[in-house]
């Protein structure tokens, strides 16, 4: 089989006979709790939106490592940054022996983050780590024990974190009991709302819900904080009417309930703005990062106001890894990048990936919705227009027909029927036009 279309180069049928024998051998020795790609296909280098596997075969990435490559990869200021402190300073844990990278970087994500006021930040490993910490500095500064999360809504797989999260299967099954005093209510679904109700009355209904929430479920005087996503991610790219994010918002500071943001996914250039909070009227006192922050190495970060930060006793916050100084000089050179022109490219790619969308949606029946900001887009696949119910295997057949074709696509959402482009913000046009060319097609292959 051979496939050459600009940027894609298709030599070997797929997988490649080294990726095949690297697939046995991860059966043989990786958990099988550890998902397995669908398309079998093992990478051994990559370079701004492409990816180049084992067997020689070049493909276009739109999934960007799940978010965490918005400097494309081996991006040369992460690069070159990352090496030059591996060469001075791999690791030294700083609480232990303290060093110039950590407080750098703490430095630069409170002068970039949308709090007012004076604020700190603390460093850790993961997303999932993120979010747990940002409960624990809010829960210590409050002496409260609620917290409040969004379904469907997305925060990791480690215990607090997975009890925050919507979906079950495969995430929550079977690792219970969860963490207590955790809360979850529903972001008002627009598109799946009752026949003859207008969108802003089903904005209304979820605020008036919400309220009655309140009153019901867990008093506002219990909650330390409410942790959302400014657009949920793994729930499916659905973004929260602006309407009730500002309510929430309200809400928060009417009670004294610390609100957290989850950049995860939407931070760093990903909307078209540094972070997603910036674009839906969220006023947060936390933010979590990781993913981009540091375009892919393991690093996470909470920043809020500083009275909220120092509440943690010393010691209360921090990790061997956290804020490793090599994952930190890559994050001071993805922040470099992507103020250096990268957020006005991720408009203009959402603004063509929009477009091309809306032409998507007009030509094949099954798609029941496009929808997402900047370079955040997703489409919803349905076995219906009407009934809206999710069509989860010709979504997986689109996956898999693009990925035969040089294309990488990542799903999404609580049915698994939503498509979604995480691509590095470095894309040309041309690459994201035989991007989406590839995904027409295997679109057109399933209708």
């Not at 701004?48 to 084992?54: M, N």
């Not at 990352?82 to 970087?105: D, G, I, N, S, T």
């Not at 798609?367 to 349905?382: P, T, Y």
């Not at 227009?385 to 696509?409: N, S």
Request: some cysteine; charged content about 25%; hydrophobic content about 45%.
């Amino acid at each position: 089989m051979v496939l050459s279309v600009g940027a894609i180069a298709i030599k070997t049928a797929l997988p490649g006979p080294r990726s095949r024998a690297l697939l046995e051998q991860r059966r043989r020795w990786v958990s099988a709790g550890v998902a397995e790609a669908r398309h079998g296909i093992f990478f051994e280098r990559a370079e701004g939106a492409l990816l180049v596997d084992v067997d020689g075969n070049q493909f276009l990435d739109f999934g960007g490592g799940i978010g965490c490559l918005n400097a494309g990869h081996s991006a040369p200021r992460v690069l070159d940054r990352a090496r030059a402190q591996m060469e001075k300073l791999q690791h030294a844990c700083f609480m232990v022996a303290p060093y110039e990278p950590y407080v750098a970087l703490a430095r630069k994500l409170c002068e970039i983050v949308p709090i007012p006021g004076a604020t700190k930040a603390a460093l850790f490993t993961s997303g999932a780590e993120a979010v747990e910490n940002a409960v624990k500095i809010a829960r210590r500064a409050t002496g409260r024990p609620a917290v409040l999360a969004f379904d469907p809504g997305f925060h990791g797989r480690t215990l607090l974190a997975l009890t925050l999260t919507s979906k079950t299967t495969p995430y929550r099954d079977g690792f219970g009991p969860f963490a207590p005093e955790v809360y979850r209510f529903p972001v008002p679904d627009v598109l799946r709302r009752p026949r003859r109700t207008g969108v802003e009355e089903c904005v209304e209904r979820g605020i008036a819900d919400l309220h009655r929430f309140l009153k019901s479920n867990v008093s506002p005087a219990s909650i330390a904080c409410a942790v959302v996503e400014p657009v949920l991610g793994e729930g499916g790219f659905i973004v929260p009417p602006r309407a009730f994010l500002l309510e929430l918002g309200r809400l928060c500071k009417q009670h004294g309930i610390v609100l957290v943001a989850d950049e995860v996914q939407t931070g760093f250039g990903r909307t078209g703005r540094m972070f997603g909070c910036e674009l839906g009227g969220l006023e947060p006192d936390l933010v979590c990062l990781a993913k981009s922050l540091s375009n892919g190495f393991p690093l996470s970060a909470v920043v809020g106001r500083a009275e909220l930060m120092d509440a943690p006793q010393p010691g209360g916050l921090g990790g061997t890894f956290g804020g490793n100084p090599v994952a930190c000089a890559a994050a001071l050179g993805a922040i470099e990048a992507l103020e250096d022109g990268l957020l006005e490219r991720a408009a203009v790619l959402g603004a063509e990936v929009e477009r091309r969308f809306t032409c998507f949606a007009a030509r094949f029946p099954f798609i029941g919705d496009a929808r997402g900001v900047g370079a955040m887009r997703a489409l919803e696949l349905v076995r219906d227009r009407e009934t809206l119910e999710p069509d989860k295997g010709r979504t997986e057949r689109v996956l898999e027909r693009a990925a035969a074709r040089g294309l990488l696509l990542l799903s999404a959402g609580l049915g698994g029927n939503v498509i979604r482009t995480l691509m590095p913000l470095v894309m040309s046009d041309a690459e994201l036009d035989e991007g989406l060319r590839v995904l027409e097609a295997s679109l057109a292959e399933v209708a």
